[in-house]
Every structure is written in C-alpha cells, then in structure tokens.
C-alpha cells in the first residue's frame, strides 16, 4: 500500500497477497478429512479529495478474499442431549467480493459527521451455520453445515457524528 498526496488529492492504491494451506490429519478422525490450499491477489483502491479545510470526499474500490477456515471445512460436533449437530463441508470454496464505498466527511471545532454509502458483491459467500436440515425432535436432530451461497449482495449507508462538548461543571 501506498499515499500519493498531489494537492488537495491523496491517492491510496495496494495490493494483498493472500494464501492458505489446511493441512488435515486424518488420525483421530471417524469421517474422511480433506486438505485444502489456495491463494488470491485483491487490489484496491482509494481517492480522496479535500474540498476545504473542514469538508472532504472519499471514494474507496476494493476487492477482497476470505479463505474457509479448518472448522469449517472438517470439524463434527454432535449434541444429542441438544438435538443438534454441525458438520464439516469439505467442498466449501473461498468467498470473493469486490465493493465500493462513496462518503463525506466533516470537521469543524467539536463536531465531526460523516455519511457513506456501500455497495459489495459477493461469490461464494460463505455463510456459517446454515440449517440444512432436521426438525430439532427426537430422532431427527437439526444439521447445521457452514456453505456458500452463489451470489450475494449487500449495500447500504453509514452516519455517524460526533461532538464534543467540552468539560461538565
């Protein structure tokens, strides 16, 4: 990551390496385990402008990459007593979004805001937990399973605000 300052610009572009490895063991274990590695290049971006000594702009582009982690991919857990039980998902794939964010911010003497709006797409989402199947009666515990879900968008805005108001008597 580096700043390019030029003015009343600043330019923030970078680069994340990103690699994993879960090496199982399958000693120990009553199911099969699976080994799983991988790696992604995420760029990003960000732009701001400072419009005058109290207002500025920002724009920020980034991609990005979460790897599943072991428990995901080859942890059992069964609570029989509870009805439930979590299984592994040993074809779960790494999530990749790409997301952009538009805000504005100010400043003056004790009082700062701050508004954004976000946008972000999702592939292979990995959601935790998902209920894949059972009831939760005897006989027929509820499954929980951690899975990607295809396609997923999420987008939304931020306001925040802050004021200082000084010391109390």
């Known amino acids: 990551q580096n700043e390019i ?21 399958p000693r120990g274990f009553a199911t099969p385990v699976v080994s799983l590695s991988g790696q ?5 971006l960000g732009v701001l402008y400072r419009a005058s000594d109290a207002v500025s702009l920002f724009a920020h582009y980034a991609a990005g990459f979460r790897a599943p982690n072991a428990g995901q991919v080859n942890a059992f ?6 009805n439930y ?6 074809n779960l794939r790494p999530e990749k979004s790409q997301s952009i964010e538009l805000g504005a911010r ?3 003497q ?33 499954v929980f399973q951690s ?3 295809g396609r997923v968008t999420l987008s939304g805005f931020e306001l925040k605000g802050r004021m200082d108001w000084g010391a109390w008597a």
Do not use: C, M
């Not at 992604?40 to 990003?44: E, I, L, M, N, V």
């Not at 857990?77 to 509870?82: K, L, S, V």
């Not at 039980?85 to 040993?90: A, D, K, L, Q, V």
């Not at 700062?112 to 797409?121: D, I, M, P, Q, W």
């Open 77 to 82: 857990f069964d609570n029989p007593t509870g």
């Open 147 to 149: 899975v990607n879900l």
């Open 40 to 44: 992604a290049t995420s760029p990003k």
């Open 110 to 142: 004790a009082l700062s805001l701050e508004a954004a709006v976000f946008h972000g797409r999702y592939k292979d989402f990995i959601e935790d937990l998902q209920r894949v199947s059972g009831t939760g009666a005897p006989g027929n515990p509820l």
């Open 5 to 25: 300052v030029a003015g009343p610009w600043s330019i923030t572009p970078g680069l994340r390496l990103d690699h994993f490895r879960i090496q199982a063991d």
């Open 85 to 90: 039980r979590t299984i592994p998902n040993p």
């Open 106 to 108: 100010g400043r003056w």
